[in-house]
T-cell receptor, first 109, second 111 residues
Framework: RKEVEQDPGPFNVPEGATVAFNCTYSNSASQSFFWYRQDCRKEPKLLMSVYSSGNEDGRFTAQLNRASQYISLLIRDSKLSDSATYLCVVNEGASKIIFGSGTRLSIRP | SQTIHQWPATLVQPVGSPLSLECTVEGTSNPNLYWYRQAAGRGLQLLFYSVGIGQISSEVPQNLSASRPQDRQFILSSKKLLLSDSGFYLC??????????FGPGTRLTVL
């Protein structure tokens, strides 16, 4: 089993739709969790941290389920500019940072 | 604010040639620094990390090496490139709360 698994997609949704991604991780001792966004041929950029209580940043909501070992990202009212690859990141310590392979999202007009 | 630089932005090298990629960080001292590689259509693979000058840890055995000659400088090297070394090389520093901030990357093609 991979340490961090994501559905590679692509997800192709119309503008204005709500879309959700999940990411599962294998190490129950993982310490912190993040979602990054990566545009084509660019570096990943931090989108948001994921907290046990769940957190929201505008149209984006992240959730962590430690019991089931998954994190999720919900994007509401999607925009064309949301088209990107979304990377799930699990931190098991200073030297053990695991990136998922990413989920590709394409928003169509 | 912190800034991370990488150069060159793109590089095309023949098999067997040497490699040197540089990463520098501004606006922070004694950062934890990381080198990642992303192969086409793949996830990021952690190659090396450093917690200070001269301190390098390698995550996977490979054809590459890293050095940290100064607090805010991190260098990735190879004596002889392989075809499989092609990829997108990203340097990152560790911010607060375990976040990672990436440089713009170097796209390496080995022919």
């Amino acid at each position: 089993r991979k340490e961090v698994e994501q559905d590679p997609g692509p997800f192709n949704v119309p503008e204005g739709a709500t879309v959700a991604f999940n990411c599962t991780y294998s190490n129950s001792a993982s310490q912190s969790f993040f979602w990054y966004r990566q545009d084509c041929r660019k570096e990943p950029k931090l989108l948001m941290s994921v907290y046990s209580s769940g957190n929201e940043d505008g149209r984006f909501t992240a959730q962590l389920n430690r019991a089931s070992q998954y994190i999720s990202l919900l994007i509401r009212d999607s925009k064309l500019s949301d088209s990107a690859t979304y990377l799930c990141v699990v931190n098991e310590g200073a030297s053990k940072i695991i990136f998922g392979s990413g989920t590709r999202l394409s928003i169509r007009p | 604010s912190q800034t991370i630089h990488q150069w060159p932005a793109t590089l095309v090298q023949p098999v067997g040639s040497p490699l040197s990629l540089e990463c520098t960080v501004e606006g922070t001292s004694n950062p934890n620094l990381y080198w990642y590689r992303q192969a086409a259509g793949r996830g990021l693979q952690l190659l090396f990390y450093s917690v200070g000058i001269g301190q390098i840890s390698s995550e996977v055995p490979q054809n590459l090496s890293a050095s940290r000659p100064q607090d805010r400088q991190f260098i990735l090297s190879s004596k002889k490139l392989l075809l499989s070394d092609s990829g997108f090389y990203l340097c990152a520093w560790r911010g607060s709360l375990d976040t990672q901030y990436f440089g713009p990357g170097t796209r390496l093609t080995v022919l």
